[in-house]
């Protein structure tokens, strides 16, 4: 699952063969760190490359798995990302996006009207479409040959994980902080 936590990139959909490149890149530096061939490498040169490494994660971390365009876009706030928006429009992408009292929601093909300022909203309808994206994958997995139960739960613990704060846990009965309140028993009965 593919996602943007940082500032948009322009042309990151329009120009997505440079973009790609730049993902290609960033693997091949991965790769010689992985191996060793930093070491042998200047400190200098190897902070360097280091910097490179950790700066190409923080703006292309999230979509370094994307090979093709993605099928949809969510966006949380269609007025800040207004970049992200125009480029989904006119390559044809389906806007899914939070639209508040300040946004025309004209252009987003699948509004929702909520506030969009609101941390709490903004959690709880990331961790609802997050979930969606779940049960589909879950769904579709289940339907091809060859993909196992832990295929589908190692999928789900990526997605929590990618998503981290965003989402919510279901909360579990009495995890909530609250206490609960007791039942009555059958033996103590009210008097009239």
């Given at each position: 699952?593919?996602y ?6 322009g ?5 997505f ?5 730049r993902i ?11 191996k ?10 190897r ?8 700066h ?5 971390g999230g979509?370094k798995?994307?090979?093709t ?5 969510f966006i949380?706030d269609?007025?800040?990302?207004k ?5 989904a429009k006119k390559?044809g992408?389906?806007?899914?996006a939070i639209?508040d009292?300040?946004c025309?929601?004209?252009g987003?093909?699948?509004p929702?009207p909520a506030?969009?300022?609101?941390v709490?909203t903004i959690?709880?309808?990331c961790?609802k479409i ?6 589909g994958k879950?769904?579709?997995?289940s339907?091809?040959?060859?993909v ?16 981290g704060?965003?989402t919510f846990?279901?909360?579990k009965?009495?995890e909530?902080?609250e206490?609960?309140e007791?039942?009555?028993s059958?033996g103590?009965t009210a008097?009239p």
């Amino acid at each position: 699952m593919s996602y943007v936590n940082q500032r948009w990139l322009g042309g990151m959909l329009t120009n997505f063969a440079i973009i790609q490149a730049r993902i290609d890149h960033l693997v091949r530096l991965e790769n010689k760190r992985d191996k060793g061939e930093l070491v042998l490498l200047p400190k200098k040169e190897r902070v360097k490359i280091e910097k490179e490494i950790s700066h190409l994660n923080t703006q292309m971390g999230g979509f370094k798995e994307m090979t093709t365009l993605p099928g949809a876009l969510f966006i949380a706030d269609p007025i800040k990302d207004k970049i992200a928006f125009n480029e989904a429009k006119k390559l044809g992408i389906p806007v899914i996006a939070i639209a508040d009292t300040n946004c025309n929601p004209d252009g987003i093909d699948y509004p929702i009207p909520a506030n969009d300022d609101a941390v709490k909203t903004i959690k709880l309808i990331c961790s609802k479409i997050a979930d969606s994206i779940i049960k589909g994958k879950t769904e579709a997995f289940s339907g091809e040959a060859g993909v196992t139960e832990s295929a589908v739960k190692e999928e789900h613990e990526e997605a929590i994980e990618i998503l981290g704060s965003y989402t919510f846990e279901p909360e579990k009965p009495g995890e909530s902080g609250e206490s609960e309140e007791p039942e009555e028993s059958e033996g103590e009965t009210a008097s009239p």
